[in-house]
């Protein structure tokens, strides 16, 4: 019998699991790739990531994570007009697969036991505990006081537990050799509606250039990025000699109000699969900060399962007041994005 288990060894997994386990409590933490795992994601730690880490796992994100250049001056937006819009902060830029498994080695460090390549396939919340049904490197059934779910906005649990269709947005980017007329410390996005159908995007790690569009309509990808290459061509000298990969992944389209889904009785949703997202697909930080409050609010009211959705969900009201005011300044840059105001 563990005391929680947390399923997804991402940012929000990770955090959740460390701050249970140092706190002295029996969890697993399963992440259904084998680690340390891919994650298409920009890879831009924010300043407020930084702080975020430094105040759950109490040092700061080591270079070993980081990827070319290492420093990340802020980001420029250019909006449905053209305007440019420069917004300056230091941060960092790493590889997810690397910083994810930083951030998984030391949940294991205070004792969360880490099980990769193991998916959760299915739970049944009985009346003091929840029997999780796992199958890949180890199979079988687990009993657990509480599960935190954090595997992600693609995660197959939460589709067994929640009826209806999710809203995604599909994300489609290559890493490119080649060489472009912008200086490489910043993350660029565009929101022209003629780029994408959400923004489109373009960074550098480790030297290749990262050029990306995201859409509501899969089938659309190939017009919308074509147009985008042709623009960044015409506009920043963009030159590509070699694609080197293409990445495809899916993340929740935030609709006004950020509706959030918090979880079922013994079960809680943490970071993307709860609808925490920021932004350009921001969604490090406030996957840290929800996976914390979700391990706090289970740590507060363990002998009282009634009282626990209640305390996550008023404990995570800072972080959706702040995810609402970045949605509202966005819509107030891009008429791309005024049904958000």
């Not at 917004?87 to 697969?97: A, C, D, K, T, Y």
């Not at 890493?175 to 923004?199: C, M, R, T, V």
């Amino acid at each position: 019998m563990y005391d929680v288990i947390v399923i997804g060894a991402g940012p929000a997994g990770c955090t959740a699991a460390k701050t249970l386990a140092e706190n002295g409590y029996k969890v697993l933490l399963a992440e259904k790739l084998k680690m340390p795992r891919y994650k298409s994601c920009s890879g831009q730690l924010i300043q407020k990531s930084l702080h975020l880490v430094k105040r759950y796992f109490n040092e700061e994100v080591p270079a070993s994570v980081t990827c070319a250049p290492a420093e990340n001056r802020g980001m420029i937006f250019t909006n449905d007009k053209g305007r440019v819009f420069s917004f300056e902060q230091p941060g960092l830029n790493v590889w997810r697969s690397s910083f994810d498994q930083w951030l998984a080695d030391k949940a294991a460090e205070s004792g969360a036991e880490i099980r990769d390549g193991t998916a959760a396939v299915s739970c049944v919340e009985q009346e003091t505990s929840v029997a999780v049904a796992f199958h890949g490197k180890e199979t079988g059934i687990q009993e657990t006081k509480y599960v935190l779910d954090c595997e992600g906005v693609v995660g197959a649990f939460k589709k067994k537990l929640v009826k209806g269709t999710p809203q995604y947005i599909t994300t489609y980017q290559t890493f490119n050799k080649g060489k472009i007329d912008l200086d490489y410390h910043y993350f660029y996005a565009y929101l022209q509606p003629e780029l994408s159908q959400y923004d489109a995007w373009m960074n550098v790690k480790d030297n290749l250039l990262v050029l990306g569009v995201s859409v509501q309509e899969p089938g659309k990808i190939p017009v919308f990025y074509d147009r985008f290459i042709a623009y960044m061509k015409e506009k920043h000298n963009l030159q590509i000699d070699e694609q080197l990969k293409t990445d495809r992944w899916l993340m929740p389209h935030i609709r006004p109000g950020c509706a959030i889904d918090y979880g079922r009785g013994r079960i809680l949703f943490a970071g993307e699969i709860a609808g925490f997202l920021n932004p350009m697909g921001e969604g490090i930080s406030a996957g840290m900060e929800s996976g914390y409050c979700a391990a706090k609010a289970v740590m507060e009211c363990f002998d009282n399962p009634d009282l626990v959705y209640d305390n996550y969900k008023q404990s995570t009201e800072p972080l959706l007041t702040y995810m609402q005011r970045q949605w509202s300044f966005v819509a107030g840059i891009a008429d791309t994005f005024k049904e958000m105001k």
